[in-house]
């Protein structure tokens, strides 16, 4: 097949794969295809599948999740650009109020083996490629038109010239979309950058964040890092030069980054933080947000699992190699032909990557107002106005808006710009608004499916991102939890069990964290631990409930305990000030007084918490509440119990069926190998033990739980199950049970410790 017999088209056949394996020495699309088929990782694990010699096919596809797109705004100088896009196809028939979101047209493949077998596709797996090289057309001389956007080959080494353009265009046109932070500018008692002129650590005293530009770092460090500033080391950091010896790869190449980009300061955490003086991690750690909001952009280190990986394209050539093919020769001078290249990474997925799991590079992503991602095979830009990639060309539309902004599952995106409210969502013609509640949702989720190398930096690896959120809409938080009249419904975080491809994560075990804080907290500065009822308290897959939700007929009622001064504190009214809108009880309680909790009525309703115990709980540890409880039965905990989706059945005293909790902590998918040994509290976990510590199993083998009903609906109740120690019940699942056998049960309205 010569290339001028190649049509792209919607579906185009191209025959066996054998045909176009034996058709590669003379044709240069035939070859790219058959290349791609190794070099991309299909024929190893689906070698008998290519043995069957199956058809393939090539089509043109827009992808509305992962793929490029560019938004045209709708306005008379571009009635012209949205004639042409309508006419190619690219644009339905229909009216767009403000702009419209076109998504790169990119070919794919697909395989379809004979009879029954599943077809296999690759997407974007080739681009346009604008001809208007010398070495592609040979004579530019020609006035030739350029396309709209095109493919464009990647250097081995990066070209700064480039991601230069991205940041003067992000300053120069987006001065209303990605500006420095609108509040007062942050003064720092102290603050470390790296000089990319001297190659060493420079500390200013009292420094505003705005007064200096300078980029910030995120990466892996893994136990690729060794260096580190500490008091003994400081003054060695300090002295010129120390850095290149000092240093690991990542960390040497964002120096020359940054200094090719002619900035002359760059921010690295382990560089420009005394890493054995808590006082100065704590000062920091305040400053976390504003940090990565003033820098001018924010260098994310995606590729390696280490800080030895170096990032890509900088002193270390990239070896993917890009496939240019001629489709179509010129028909006349005036004619440009047609060129394809292959992509590099196609599916190139940040959450493949080892920096996309790791908890403390979630707050560094969506608080930066500019991000340039290297990945192993291309640099990636990512602005709160738009996004732009290495190997494609949208800078040829100089006069359009260049914007990916959501994506197209009808959830937000969140790497771009968690906190801009109101955040409608162009779908189609559909309008999303987002509440910034939703937003925060969705971060949480993904920081709970992050790991944690050290499970103790668990809030202060999320502080960032709640302490904005305080900024913006002036809530205050508890352990993670928004306090305000949202606190009680946030209660009702769950558990993700069925997992998918979106969300692979999704029923993986969920287990207790037993580390206390790194830091010390509260008013009594000590580590302390976290809290059973905050999702802090865990580790796995989670998700709130909606937090503008409000059709609940009972509600809890929440008090924290607070220490010097010994008091209790209504968590509802832990924000005073702020305008929440949240949501409101759809029936109160007739007696206003029925919720209130004291002192005196914790040491006469729970003995066992005596005053003296109390003044040696930190603050935040505990919450009280009035609320109903009954004890439940459920299902014997077996192997068929641990794969079930459903969790374990609960029953009545008679033995009906009730409804059902989630699998228990670390059981999920197969049978822990501590299930039989002790459980996150270190006790027994054959069977649940009442407050005594005698076992509650029943005769039939069906296991007594506790339950406190959080927030009662028309036709269910949710609940917690609960285990008891000394006056004090934690969390050990969420789920629900029939509104009518609640009620049908021994209930007793009792004064809850909850801790």
Known sequence: ????????????????????????????????????????????????????????????????????????????????????????????????????????????????????????????????????????????????????????????????????????????????????????????????????????????????????QYVALSCVWGNGHKITPRHDTVTQLQLTGSLPVAGPQTVLDAIKFTSDMGIRYLWVDAFCIIQDDENDKAAQLQLMAEIYQYALFTIVAAAGNNAQAGLPGISIPREAVQQKVLVKKAESPELAPIWLISTLAPRDKMREYAWSTHGWTLQEKVLSRRVLTFTDKR????????????????????????????????????????????????????????????????????????????????????????????????????????????????????????????????????????????????????????????????????????????????????YVLKNTPLELVRTSTLTPEADTHAPTSHKQNDDPDASLVTLDMIVTELPDLTFDRLSLIPDDQILFFWAETAHFFLSPLSKSNHSSDRGRPIYDEKGEYCGDVGPLPGAVGAVDDDADEEDDFGRDSSSARDAKGTSTSTSNNNQRAEFIALRRFTYICLVLQVERREGIVYRVNIWQIDAQAWRRSRLRRELVALG
């Open 1 to 212: 097949m010569s290339p001028a017999d190649v049509r792209v088209t919607r579906d185009q056949k191209l025959g066996k794969q054998s045909r176009i394996d034996s058709s590669a020495a003379s044709c240069p699309m035939c070859q790219a295809i058959s290349s791609l088929v190794r070099t991309a990782g299909l024929y190893t694990p689906h070698h008998e599948f290519f043995e069957g010699d199956p058809d393939c096919s090539l089509s043109i596809y827009c992808d509305p999740v992962d793929g490029p797109a560019i938004e045209v705004p709708k306005s008379a100088g571009n009635d012209k650009i949205l004639g042409w896009l309508t006419a190619k196809g690219l644009r339905s028939g229909q009216s767009y109020p403000v702009a419209l979101l076109v998504f790169f047209g990119r070919i794919s493949l697909t395989w379809n083996a004979p009879v029954t077998a599943p077809s296999l596709t690759l997407f974007d797996c080739f681009q346009t490629l604008d001809p208007a090289e010398d070495e592609i057309i040979g004579d530019t001389s020609i006035n030739r038109p350029r396309s709209l956007f095109s493919g464009r080959e990647r250097p081995v080494i990066i070209d700064p010239d480039l991601p230069r353009r991205w940041l003067r265009s992000c300053l120069e046109d987006h001065k209303d979309i990605c500006p420095l932070n609108r509040r007062q500018n942050r003064t720092a008692s102290t603050f470390r950058l790296i000089d990319t002129s001297t190659k060493a650590v420079v500390e200013f005293r009292g420094h505003r964040l705005g007064d200096i």
């Open 379 to 558: 640099l990636l830009w990512r602005c709160r106005q738009c996004k732009k990639w290495e190997e494609i060309d949208t800078e040829t539309a100089s006069d359009l808006s260049c914007s990916l902004r959501y994506e197209g599952t009808g959830g937000r995106s969140l790497d771009l710009d968690p906190f801009m409210e109101p955040n409608p969502s162009r779908i189609g013609q559909a309008e999303i608004t987002a509440s910034p509640w939703q937003n925060l949702s969705s971060l949480i989720s993904e920081f709970a499916r992050r790991d944690l190398i050290v499970q103790g930096d668990a809030h202060d690896a999320a502080s960032a991102i709640l302490r904005e959120y305080t900024i913006q809409t002036g809530v205050q938080f508890l352990w993670g939890l928004p306090a305000d009249a949202r606190f009680e419904l946030a209660l009702c975080w769950h558990y993700t069990t069925k997992p998918s491809e979106l969300d692979p994560h999704a029923g993986k075990p969920l287990r207790r964290r037993q580390e206390y804080t790194t830091l010390p907290t509260t008013s009594l500065q000590q580590r302390v631990p976290f809290p059973s009822w905050s999702w802090l308290g865990w580790r796995g897959p989670i998700d709130l409930p909606d937090l503008d939700y409000s059709q609940v007929l009972t509600p809890i009622v929440a």
